[in-house]
Antibody, heavy 121, light 112 residues
Framework: QITLKESGPTLVKPTQTLTLTCTFSGFSLSTSGVGVGWIRQPPGKALEWLALIYWDDDKRNSPFLKNRLTITKDTSKNQVVLTMTNMDPVDTATYYC?????????????WGQGTLVTVSS | DIVMTQTPLSSPVTLGQPASISCRSSQSLVHSDGNTYLSWLQQRPGQPPRLLIYKISNRFSGVPDRFSGSGAGTDFTLKISRVEAEDVGVYYCMQATQFPLTFGGGTKVEIK
């Protein structure tokens, strides 16, 4: 059974850096074709892709967030960490991590429950 | 960037009746490897998204066969043959052919 769980602060202040951790089980990020991505959803709005890291450490970030995003993995801990700098109230959203199956579905086929992050002073 | 446009925004449906959602991409989703990475996801109220359909028409594990996907190139459709109460939620199309990955704006399916 595949599970993913997001963890991190629920409240951050403007200009601060957000660090979110995705802890997963039921698969390994050292397996060829596997990736883990981050997707966010502002309240009442649509999904927005943020970043993706592959089994071979290839990384892709959303160009809309320019240089604010960093994604890393710790294969031994089954974790993926997303950092987002210079947080703003518009970054208030539920942040999801999800498994990406590059050689399978070619999509996000398992999702965490999400964590709501509020940006406010 | 590939823009994904969904219609309608909202789809009120009678239980047991069919529903159809359209998704159009601003450019072809055919990848150089020959696959078309167009997926459909369902988000029930208060829940995370769930993969329904991948590569246009393949149902993901555990997805009922009343859900079907079709299309090619830039035009895609999700159909629910007979809507059930548990199908209420927002449906998103997503393309993974080209970075940045992009989602449609969502279509809300509700019961009349």
């Amino acid at each position: 059974q595949i599970t993913l769980k997001e963890s991190g602060p629920t409240l951050v202040k403007p200009t601060q850096t957000l660090t979110l951790t995705c802890t997963f089980s039921g698969f390994s990020l050292s397996t060829s074709g596997v990736g883990v991505g981050w997707i966010r959803q502002p309240p009442g709005k649509a999904l927005e892709w943020l970043a993706l890291i592959y089994w071979d450490d290839d990384k892709r970030n959303s160009p809309f967030l320019k240089n604010r995003l960093t994604i890393t993995k710790d294969t031994s801990k089954n974790q993926v960490v997303l950092t987002m700098t210079n947080m703003d109230p518009v970054d208030t959203a539920t942040y999801y991590c999800a498994r990406f199956a590059y050689y399978g579905s070619g999509s996000f086929d398992d999702w965490g429950q999400g964590t709501l992050v509020t940006v406010s002073s | 960037d590939i823009v994904m446009t969904q219609t309608p925004l909202s789809s009120p449906v009678t239980l047991g009746q069919p529903a159809s959602i359209s998704c159009r991409s601003s450019q072809s989703l055919v990848h150089s490897d020959g696959n078309t990475y167009l997926s459909w996801l369902q988000q029930r109220p208060g829940q995370p998204p769930r993969l329904l359909i991948y590569k246009i028409s393949n149902r993901f594990s555990g997805v009922p066969d009343r859900f079907s996907g079709s299309g090619a190139g830039t035009d895609f459709t999700l159909k629910i043959s007979r809507v059930e109460a548990e199908d209420v939620g927002v449906y998103y199309c997503m393309q993974a052919t080209q970075f940045p990955l992009t989602f449609g704006g969502g279509t809300k399916v509700e019961i009349k």
